[in-house]
């Protein structure tokens, strides 16, 4: 089968590839349909650990089912499915509780051995699914494989980071960063209740993408400003930093409310981070991480998008067959696409 594959630092191609096969009974194959290329795709590439040469890469897919293991109990062929970005057991004690991302079988699809067991991607015509009754989400009628393509990680992630926020009808929120990550949670700020929600990005192409859907808009100097009109001066109730780095963060505690609460999504590289521990105690802040969950949130996403609360397609703007992939991959890097779609079939 055709893949894009891992080439060296930096580099992707697209390369025939063995297909793959049922290795366990819960296992099931998925003829890919749609695959996305996320900003962890960026990173893997970028920064590989664990990762070899022609290893296929890819986190974010929907298709269709062509073969299950015995085992699995909840799909048959022919079903249309998405899939989480990693897999989990579903049984153990982190499962049961919902904590799936620390299921001690976890495996991130397409990303080497940066967060457990290497498994191979789903930027391919086919993609094996272990744990398929848990990892695998059934699409709906009438639904389109766009719609839910981004439930297994970008829109999962920002509802993960509204959910940390606690936010209450009205609260005044702010987003740090204006990449898919970022459009996604304020779509779900909004869905779930906040009132204004102020995204701080300084690429204006994509300041304008989040006010076209509903959120308000600030460069991260005129973002102060804009928050205190908001509040009399308070500050953001909620601040949701979704960029990753000593920066966003310091940005987000330059923005938060006394009492206030701030949520990482964002990827760090950095190892440490200067808390400014002397504000976060005296101002009584909250500071959490928080992880997507799909595999968990999932239902709830599946209602914001059926109910047409959310619409993640509007963060979509380049679409590509299989063998373009690398041009694609390209105009990520270069910040010249903000979202790219990969049309395997």
């Known amino acids: 089968m055709r893949a894009v594959v891992f080439a060296g630092v930096g580099a992707v191609e697209v390369s025939s590839v063995s297909d793959p096969v049922l290795v366990d009974p819960t296992d099931a194959l998925v003829k890919v349909h749609r695959a996305a290329i996320c900003g962890t795709d960026l990173h893997t590439i970028g920064h590989p650990d664990g990762m070899h040469h022609g290893a296929v890469l890819g986190h974010e897919f929907t298709g269709t089912l062509v073969a299950v293991g015995s085992a699995v109990r909840t799909f048959a062929s022919g079903d249309r499915v998405s899939g989480a970005d990693f897999t989990a057991c579903g049984h153990c004690w982190w499962c049961r509780h919902g904590n799936h991302w620390e299921c001690g079988q976890r495996q991130f699809f397409g990303t080497g051995e940066a967060f457990g067991p ?10 094996r699914v272990p744990h398929a009754d848990v990892v695998l989400h059934p699409i709906a009628d009438g639904v389109s494989d766009e719609a839910t393509l981004f439930f297994g990680d970008v829109l999962a992630t920002g509802y993960a980071a509204v959910q940390r926020c606690d936010i209450s009808p009205g609260d005044t929120v702010a987003v740090i960063g204006g ?10 700020a909004q869905a779930c209740g906040a009132g204004p929600v102020v995204l701080v990005e300084p690429v204006a192409e994509r300041r304008a993408i989040a006010h076209a859907h509903g959120a308000l808009v600030a460069s991260p100097e005129d973002a102060r400003p804009l928050i205190d009109a908001l509040t009399d001066g308070r500050g953001a109730d909620a601040v949701i930093e979704a960029v990753g780095g000593p920066r966003g963060l310091d940005t987000a505690f330059g923005l938060v409310r006394r ?9 760090h590289q950095q190892s440490t981070w200067p808390l400014p521990v002397g504000r976060a105690f005296a101002d009584e802040l909250t500071l959490r991480f928080a992880i997507g969950n799909a595999i968990r949130d999932r239902d709830q996403l ?12 509007v963060i979509i703007d380049l679409r590509v067959g299989l063998e373009d992939s690398p041009a694609a991959y390209e105009a990520m890097t270069e910040r010249r696409t903000l979202k790219a779609v990969i049309e395997v079939s």
Do not use: H, K, N, Y
Request: proline residues 5%; charged residues 5%; negative net charge.
């Open 118 to 127: 290497a498994l191979a991607g789903a930027q391919a015509e086919i993609v």
């Open 179 to 188: 990449g898919p990550v970022g459009q996604l949670t304020s779509l779900a």
């Open 259 to 267: 009492r206030g609460t701030v949520v990482s999504v964002g990827v």
């Open 302 to 313: 599946a209602g914001l998008v059926a109910s047409g609360a959310i619409d993640p397609t």
